[in-house]
């Protein structure tokens, strides 16, 4: 994505939200590219306490559709950009390793849920963040699907492997990264940069009221 040649803002639907990492990368862009604007159409959003975490963060303008599974899109705004980092509960080495086979019913199955919101939505960007482990043989196929369908649909798609330690954060942390852009537009992922700081040098020593959540608050 060129971000130079948009100097209008760029709607969003950030699905399977978490608390907001996806807004608060977007929010740091914005920051620092100050002619980039983002604007929010929504997010989707179940568990209680990401749910907590994010309006802590960000307030409660942002409308959370819910269940992803039954959001009416056509009841949706149009939006520019789909964020979808789905459940990696049954990719990542940790986990079970069920999979994400489409009509499986596992966690990690819920990605096939985003056909409806592409299909419908057309965005022109789509980013997709999971485990690294969804590069393995044993999910080759089910990625290769996926991918296949968004290339049926006139996407572009670029993807890597990328570690939070190239990019100025002091912990081993591969992620699988799938950028795809409808239309001809060309991609290329960042490159790294030399690690500078060490943990105790991110910590906060005075952290902010708003990033506490009080127990009888979130019960």
């Given at each position: 994505m060129n971000t130079k040649s948009y100097k209008t803002e760029i709607s969003v639907f950030e699905a399977f939200a978490g608390y907001g990492s996806q807004q608060l990368a977007l929010s740091?862009?914005?920051?620092?590219?100050?002619?980039?604007?983002?604007?929010?159409?929504?997010?989707?959003?179940?568990?209680?306490?990401a749910i907590k975490a994010y309006q802590k963060l960000y307030g409660t303008k942002i409308k959370n559709y819910g269940d992803i599974s039954k959001i009416e899109w056509g009841k949706v705004s149009d939006f520019m950009l789909f964020t979808y980092s789905f459940p990696c509960q049954d990719i990542t080495n940790s986990g079970n390793k069920t999979g994400f086979e489409e009509g499986s019913g596992t966690r990690s199955s819920l990605l096939w849920e985003c056909k409806k919101a592409i299909i419908a939505k057309r965005p022109k960007y789509l980013l997709m963040e999971n485990v690294k482990n969804i590069k393995s043989p044993k999910f080759e196929k089910d990625l290769e699907k996926w991918k296949g369908f968004l290339k049926n649909l006139g996407y572009n798609n670029y993807e890597k492997v990328l570690d939070a330690r190239d990019f100025g954060i002091p912990q081993h942390r591969e992620r699988y990264f799938l950028v795809s852009i409808l239309g001809s537009e060309e991609f290329e992922f960042p490159i790294g940069m030399k690690?500078?700081?060490?943990?105790?040098e991110m910590l906060d020593k005075n952290v902010a009221n708003k990033f506490y959540i009080e127990f009888n608050q979130a019960a």
């Amino acid at each position: 994505m060129n971000t130079k040649s948009y100097k209008t803002e760029i709607s969003v639907f950030e699905a399977f939200a978490g608390y907001g990492s996806q807004q608060l990368a977007l929010s740091i862009l914005s920051r620092r590219y100050p002619w980039l604007k983002f604007s929010y159409v929504g997010i989707s959003e179940i568990d209680k306490w990401a749910i907590k975490a994010y309006q802590k963060l960000y307030g409660t303008k942002i409308k959370n559709y819910g269940d992803i599974s039954k959001i009416e899109w056509g009841k949706v705004s149009d939006f520019m950009l789909f964020t979808y980092s789905f459940p990696c509960q049954d990719i990542t080495n940790s986990g079970n390793k069920t999979g994400f086979e489409e009509g499986s019913g596992t966690r990690s199955s819920l990605l096939w849920e985003c056909k409806k919101a592409i299909i419908a939505k057309r965005p022109k960007y789509l980013l997709m963040e999971n485990v690294k482990n969804i590069k393995s043989p044993k999910f080759e196929k089910d990625l290769e699907k996926w991918k296949g369908f968004l290339k049926n649909l006139g996407y572009n798609n670029y993807e890597k492997v990328l570690d939070a330690r190239d990019f100025g954060i002091p912990q081993h942390r591969e992620r699988y990264f799938l950028v795809s852009i409808l239309g001809s537009e060309e991609f290329e992922f960042p490159i790294g940069m030399k690690l500078k700081l060490k943990p105790d040098e991110m910590l906060d020593k005075n952290v902010a009221n708003k990033f506490y959540i009080e127990f009888n608050q979130a019960a």
